[in-house]
């Protein structure tokens, strides 16, 4: 959604920063490999 909003508003998404943030189903078993655990980590950061 961040990124659409801000492709639409001509902005590139990189750099955007929330004060809350929705990651579904954050738990070991969605989350298993080393990519998934680095992005989830993106996501919380």
């Given at each position: 959604?961040?990124?659409?909003?801000?492709?639409?508003?001509?902005?590139?998404?990189?750099?955007?920063?929330?004060?809350?943030?929705?990651?579904?189903?954050?738990?070991?078993?969605n989350y298993?490999?080393?990519?998934?655990?680095?992005?989830?980590?993106?996501?919380?950061?």
């Amino acid at each position: 959604m961040a990124e659409t909003w801000a492709k639409h508003r001509g902005q590139p998404a990189k750099g955007l920063e929330f004060d809350q943030v929705i990651a579904p189903r954050a738990d070991a078993d969605n989350y298993r490999s080393e990519i998934d655990r680095n992005l989830l980590y993106v996501v919380c950061t």
